[in-house]
């Protein structure tokens, strides 16, 4: 069983993922990205949020992996990445 730092260090990617739910913005955004991928226009016209506010939240998901992004031109198109809700089950049955 692990304890002191070696247990923070095995529990801190993982709380940076929660913490990045902590906010209903940015869980909202989850939900939509869940349904079908969307353009930051999308989800801007979506959740009714400023485009800064929505650039804020969409770098703080990538940062801590819950989506990713692809690129054609000025286009930017945002998914929630495959697996992302599975591994944090998969966290807890270890």
Known sequence: MLSGKRLQQKVAPTAAKFRALGDANRFA???????D?????DIIDRTK??????AHHLKVLL??????KTKY?????YYLVEG?????????LK
Request: net charge neutral; hydrophobic share 55%.
């Open 29 to 35: 955004i989850l939900y939509l990205l869940a349904a």
């Open 37 to 41: 991928p969307m353009d930051v226009g």
């Open 49 to 54: 949020l400023s485009p800064s506010l929505v």
């Open 63 to 68: 940062q801590t992996g819950w989506v990713t």
């Open 73 to 77: 031109g000025k286009l930017v198109t």
């Open 84 to 92: 992302a809700v599975g591994e944090l089950t998969k966290f807890f």
